[in-house]
């Protein structure tokens, strides 16, 4: 399996939203409501942020919301914030033979 | 809180093995599916393999099926790597994720800090 298609970087200045997308197949994004979306800061593990397409974990700003259309899902944040600079991957459930498929990273900055 | 504490990376020759252990504590270990995850230098995130709540279903990533085994010990509340024939490609972070359910689930609900896998000669 390929890995999923993000933008390389994405970049807004306070207060402006972004949108982050997310490219894949019908035996991936498309063919399920399993996709999720992960926020890493420098040294840091992963942080879940958004699940099943565009449920908010419990803590998680609902600045953060997520949704898909056709083969591609996205990540939304509105009112950037200096501290949601940070790397984002997405996430989803495969029909094929590796269960699950992450999307290749997208840095955001925040000007 | 869930707090998980990967261990065992190091550097090691290709062709050899590793075990990397998960410890979990502050949540019911025995009754979730758990995952491991590996993120190489380029910042790529990669699954690699996940166990039911019990052991009974293991299911892998291509590209470590048959060279990779996971497996858990409930009554100690860790998650196991088993990592044979290692390849340079397979230097990477290595993290356990829990997952929300007691089989693979949709997420990767809690992740811990990672350990590190160099594979060089």
């Known amino acids: 399996q390929s890995a999923l298609t993000q933008p390389a970087s994405v970049s807004g200045s306070p207060g402006q939203s972004i949108t982050i997308s997310c490219a894949g197949t019908?035996?991936?994004?498309?063919?399920?409501?399993?996709v999720s979306w992960y926020q890493q800061h420098p040294g840091k593990a992963p942080k879940l942020m958004v699940f099943?397409?565009?449920n908010r974990p419990s803590g998680v700003s609902s600045r953060f919301s997520g949704s898909k259309s056709g083969n591609t899902a996205s990540l939304t944040i509105s009112s950037l914030q200096a501290e949601d600079e940070a790397d984002y991957f997405c996430?989803?459930?495969?029909?094929?033979?590796?269960?699950?498929?992450f999307g290749s990273g997208t840095t955001v900055t925040v000007l | 809180q869930v707090q998980l504490v990967e261990s065992g990376g190091g550097v090691v020759q290709p062709g050899r093995s590793l075990r990397l252990s998960c410890t979990a504590s502050?949540?019911?270990?025995?009754?979730?599916?758990m995952h491991w995850v590996r993120q190489t230098p380029d910042k790529g995130l990669e699954w690699v393999a996940v166990?039911?709540?019990?052991?009974?279903?293991?299911y892998y990533a291509d590209s470590v099926r048959g060279r990779f085994t996971i497996s858990r010990d409930n009554s100690k509340s860790t998650l196991y790597l088993q990592l044979d024939s290692l390849r340079v490609e397979d230097t990477a972070i290595y993290y356990c994720?829990?997952?929300?359910?007691?089989?693979?689930?949709?997420?990767?609900?809690?992740w811990g800090l990672g350990t590190l896998v160099t594979v060089s000669s």
């Open positions: 502050g949540f019911t270990f025995s009754t979730y599916g």
């Open positions: 996430c989803s459930y495969s029909s094929g033979t590796t269960a699950f498929v």
């Open positions: 099943d397409v565009s």
């Open positions: 166990t039911s709540y019990d052991g009974g279903s293991k």
């Open positions: 994720a829990k997952s929300s359910i007691a089989v693979a689930g949709s997420k990767f609900e809690s």
């Open positions: 019908s035996s991936d994004v498309g063919g399920y409501e399993y």
